[in-house]
């Protein structure tokens, strides 16, 4: 999913600089549905609803961002399914990435208890764009803006372990542009930055690093 929202980028950036004006073509791209690429299960084309995210950086109604995921579960012959909504449920609530294991530690009660009734729920949201993986991590982060057309990078905390999307357009399409001038084919791209989010998170061991240095010892980019 990565280098596919990488390469429609790019594919944008090049009509843009191309001066590509046909109107057409710019109504296409922004309607709710359009083919999407043969499903893997069946090998029939299914529609796909754009990713959808307000330009404002809204965030979204929980009932919104569930409604969206029944919707395009939907527009790929699948259903969002009791333990499907229960996962996604349960990371929307965290505030930190959770691992598989920790998936499935919650779901007693809710449907079948073993690792590839959790993974098999992950794999499905991520898959539809509502869930991500953090590589570094080996856990899943719920995307509560809602799904993005555009290739997101992770900033991760290591101090408090929250995680935080950010837009990476640019810098994904110019990896993959060197890998392509290289001769590389790729097939899977994973962008994550790993540091302090000094505070930015409510990171706790930032709030009491403040508290215990002296005035001033500290300052707005994290350095004594």
């Known amino acids: 999913m990565f280098i596919v929202q990488a390469r429609q980028a790019l594919r944008l950036r090049k009509r843009q600089q191309t001066g590509s004006t046909n109107p057409r073509r710019r109504f296409i791209r922004h309607t709710m549905t359009g083919l999407r690429s043969r499903s893997p299960a ?10 959808w995210r307000q330009p404002d950086g809204t965030k979204p109604s929980r009932h919104d961002l569930l409604q969206g995921a029944e919707d395009e579960a939907l527009l790929n012959g699948k259903s969002l399914t009791a333990i499907r909504k ?19 530690a919650s779901l007693d009660g809710v449907g079948s208890v073993s690792p590839p009734t959790a993974y098999r729920a992950l794999d499905f949201l991520v898959s539809i764009g509502y869930v991500t993986r953090v590589e570094s991590l080996n856990a899943y982060l ?26 990476a357009t640019d810098a994904v399409i110019g990896l993959i542009s060197t890998a392509d001038q290289k001769g590389f084919g790729v097939s ?14 409510g990171c706790a061991t930032w709030s009491e690093t ?3 240095a002296p005035s001033g010892a500290v300052n707005e980019h994290g350095n004594k």
Do not use: M, W
């Open 86 to 104: 229960h996962v996604l449920n349960l990371l929307l609530d965290a505030e930190r990435p959770l691992t598989a294991y920790e998936v499935l």
């Open 142 to 167: 719920a995307l509560d803006l809602g799904p993005s057309d555009v290739p997101l990078a992770l900033f991760v905390c290591e101090k408090c372990g929250q995680a935080e999307e950010i837009a």
């Open 210 to 212: 403040i508290a215990t």
């Open 188 to 201: 899977h791209a994973a962008l994550e930055l790993r540091g302090d989010c000094r505070g930015k998170l």
């Open 42 to 51: 069946t090998g029939k084309r299914r529609l796909h609803r754009r990713r």
